[in-house]
């Protein structure tokens, strides 16, 4: 099976600003979700293995910033501008690459997740 590390995480000031990695090895497409206390899970961003397709949330466009390093495995989540409202648990998933329709806002799409990453956002 393939597993997901999210690292990156912690305590940032409003206005602050975070980078979460995720690691897979693989030809897979990547998101981003969030969960904060008391709501459902989130979708946040999302990047095509190859990069030609990107998705943010409209709440984090133009603060967050998805990308991908393929020579190392990696897509990153790059958040500046941060708010509290962005407090949540942020969880890497991913999903074998195919061509076809899809909706990577849906966790439905997603085969693999990782366990998550507490992003505090203080006021």
């Known amino acids: 099976q393939v597993q997901l590390v999210e690292s990156g995480g912690g305590l940032v000031q409003a206005g602050g600003s975070l980078r979460l990695s995720c690691a897979a090895s693989?030809?897979?497409?990547m998101g981003w979700f969030r969960q904060a206390p008391g709501k459902e899970r989130e979708f946040v961003a999302s990047?095509?293995?190859?990069?030609?397709?990107?998705d943010h949330v409209e709440s984090v466009r133009g603060r967050f910033t998805i990308s991908r390093d393929n020579a190392k495995n990696t897509v990153y989540l790059q958040m500046n501008s941060l708010k509290p409202e962005d407090t949540a648990v942020y969880y890497c998933?991913?999903?074998?690459?195919?061509?076809?329709?899809?909706?990577?806002?849906?966790?439905?799409?997603?085969?693999?997740w990782g366990q998550g990453t507490q992003v505090t956002v203080s006021s």
């Open positions: 990047i095509s293995w190859s990069g030609g397709r990107i």
């Open positions: 693989g030809r897979y497409a």
């Open positions: 998933a991913a999903v074998p690459s195919r061509s076809g329709w899809w909706d990577p806002r849906r966790i439905s799409e997603y085969d693999y």
